[in-house]
Nanobody, 119 residues
Framework: QVQLVESGGGGVQAGGSLRLSCSSS????????MSWYRQGPGKQRDVVAT???????TYTNSVKGRFIISRDNAKNMVFLQMYSLEPEDTGAYYC?????????????WGQGTQVMVSS
């Protein structure tokens, strides 16, 4: 059973900060391009930040300058530091490989971590 475990979400006021963490005992993150995905209320799940194996990072426009994705290969963890949070950042956040981790045709996701930003 492949597991991705996200944590660090919570409720904050606009302008606040949160740091999300992701780990897995089955997936070696250092060998993968990793992404954080966000699914807002009533919206599809989209990529917000990506870090490649050589640590090149990319961000969706709405979070550029506010979010930072990083990785700790020794701990097999991926992080998303979020600053200046806005109500539009509200949603469930998931980490996963890019493309989505799949084994024998089955796609795997963690339970996600919920972020709620109040105005």
């Amino acid at each position: 059973q492949v597991q991705l475990v996200e944590s660090g979400g919570g409720g904050v006021q606009a302008g606040g900060s949160l740091r999300l963490s992701c780990s897995s005992s089955e997936i070696t993150f250092s060998m993968q391009t990793m992404s954080w995905y966000r699914q807002g209320p009533g919206k599809q799940r989209d990529v917000v930040a990506t870090i490649t194996r050589d640590e090149t990072t990319t961000y969706t426009n709405s979070v550029k300058g506010r979010f930072i994705i990083s990785r700790d290969n020794a701990k097999n963890m991926v992080f998303l530091q979020m600053y200046s949070l806005e109500p539009e950042d509200t949603g469930a956040y998931y980490c996963n490989t890019q493309p989505i981790f799949r084994v024998n045709g089955v796609y795997y996701w963690g339970q996600g971590t919920q972020v709620m930003v109040s105005s």
